[in-house]
C-alpha cells in the first residue's frame, strides 16, 4: 500500500488509534500508583595495597596494578555467602544470603580500584544500612580473611569506605515518567497495529478508489447518504432541488453520455447483495430521465421481492408476470405516472419460477417491444449473486448498472458480481456508489446548497415542462467519468445532448 493508503486507513480508525493509546497511557498510570516503591543507596569502596617509604616507584606501580587485579574478584566476593551471612547476623535480618543476593549489585568502573554496593529496598533505611554493612563486613572479610595478614598482622590488601551509602530521598521506582512514556509509545503501536489488521482483514469495499481498482467501469453516479429515504424515496419528486436529487440527475447526465450502441436502451440495474439501494436508484432515475423530457419505461422485474409499486405509489396486483404468461396485454397493465413521459410496468403477482419467465423468449420480446417504443427501459431486477434472474435478463439487455454501497458492499462480492456479467458477455455501463458519506475523502460529489426557485409557489412538478425548466437553474454537475457540462446544457437543453436521440 501506498503512505496515502495507510494515511486513510489510520484517518477513519483515529478513534481506535487515540482509544489505545488512552489506554496505555491509564494502564501505565495504573501500574506505577500500584508498584510498591523501591529505594536504592550506594556505598563506595577504595581497594589499595599497603606499602611503605622504603617502596620504590616500580614497587607502586606494581601495587597499583594488583590492585585493579584484585578488585575484578572482590566484585563477585562482596554478594558471597561468607560476606552476606555476616551482613545477616548484624542487622538481624530474616532472610538467607541467597534472598538477600537479589537485593544488591556490585559494580566497579574499568580500570579502577572502586567498588560501588548498591542495595535496593522498599524502606529508604534499610536500604541505606544494607548498603554500608555490607560494605563495612566486606572490607573485613577482605584484609581478615581473604588477603591473609604478615607475621606482622598487617594485610597487603586495605578496603576503605570512601563514601558512605546516604538515605535515599527519592524512590527509582516506579518512574512515572517513563513509564507513562512506555504506555502511550505502546498503546499507540497497538492502536495503529489493529487499525491497520483490521484493514486487511476488513474485505468491505471502503472507497471509490477501491471501486476503480476492481473495474474499468466508469462511476455514473455518486448518491449521498440520506437517512429520511424510507419517508421520502423518490427525492427527484419531493425535493427536487436538494443536492441528492442533483446527483440523480448527474446519474441521468452520465448515463446519456455513456449511451448504447443502436436504437434501444434497456438498461438492467441490479447489485451484488440486497439492500444495496438499486431500486431507490432506478425509480429516481427514472424520474429524472423523465424530467428532461425522454420516454421512460421503468419495469419491476424483481420478481421475489417486488417493491417498485410501493415506492411509486401505484396498483401493482397485475404486471410483468400478466403480460409473460399472456394473461394480460402490454397496454392494460402500463400505468402512466405524473404528467412526464414515464410508465411503471409492476411485477404484478410473484410466481414460483421467476428465472424461468425472466429468461423466457416472451421477456426478450416484450423488452424488444418497450425498447422500440421509448427511449429508456429501466429494468428493477434482483441481486446479481443470491438469484440468476439479473444474470438471464442482461443477455437482452444493452447494458447493465451495478449499484453498490461502500462501507456495506464487500469487495468478493463486487467481484463475483462483475465475474458474473462478464461470464455471459453483458455489458457493463458503469457503477452507481450508493449511501456515499456527506463528509470524508470519498463523500458525495454534489453541490452543499439548494437550489434557488424563480418563482415561489408550486413546484415544478405542478407546472408544465417548459415554465418548470425556465424556473430552475440546476448548476454545476461534477461526474465520476470526468465529463464536466455547464449549467447551460442542464436543464431544458440537455435534451440535445442524448445520445442517439
Known sequence: MELREYMRILL?????????????????????????????????????????????????????????????????????????????????????????????????????????????????????????????????VVENEIEVADANGVSPIQVRMIQPAPVPEAPVSPNIPINIAVGLLLGLAVGVGIALLRSVLDTRIRSIRDIEQLTDAPILGRIPVDPEVATRPLIVHSDAMSPRAESFRSLRTNLQFIGAAGSQRVVVVTSAMPSEGKTNTVTNLAIALADNGASVVLVDADLRNPTVADVMGIEGGVGLTDVLIGRADLSEVLQHWGRRKLEILPSGAIPPNPSELLGSAAMEALLGRLGSRVDYVLIDSPPLLPVTDAAVMSKFATGTVLVVTPESTKRPQFSAALNTLHTIDSRLLGVVATKMPAKGADRALYPHYRYERAHTGASPDHLDRDTAESAVDFGPTVHATEIETPASTMGAQDSRWRIGS
Do not use: K
Open 12 to 140: 477513519q480508525s483515529w478513534w481506535l488509534v487515540v482509544t489505545m493509546t488512552l489506554a496505555g497511557v491509564l494502564a501505565a498510570g495504573a501500574f506505577s500508583m500500584l508498584v510498591t516503591p523501591r529505594y536504592e543507596a550506594t556505598s563506595q569502596l577504595y581497594v589499595s595495597v599497603r606499602h611503605d617509604e622504603a617502596d620504590t616507584a616500580s614497587d607502586l606501580v606494581q601495587g597499583a596494578t594488583f590492585a585493579q587485579q584484585s578488585v575484578n574478584s572482590y566484585i563477585d566476593l562482596a554478594t558471597s555467602a561468607i560476606v552476606l551471612d555476616n551482613v545477616i547476623d548484624e542487622l538481624d535480618l530474616d532472610t538467607t544470603s541467597t534472598s538477600l543476593r537479589d537485593s544488591l549489585s556490585v559494580a566497579s568502573p574499568e580500570n579502577t580500584v572502586l567498588i560501588s554496593i548498591t542495595a535496593s529496598d522498599e524502606n529508604p533505611g534499610e536500604a541505606s544500612a544494607l548498603a554500608n554493612t555490607t560494605g563495612e563486613v566486606f572490607s573485613r
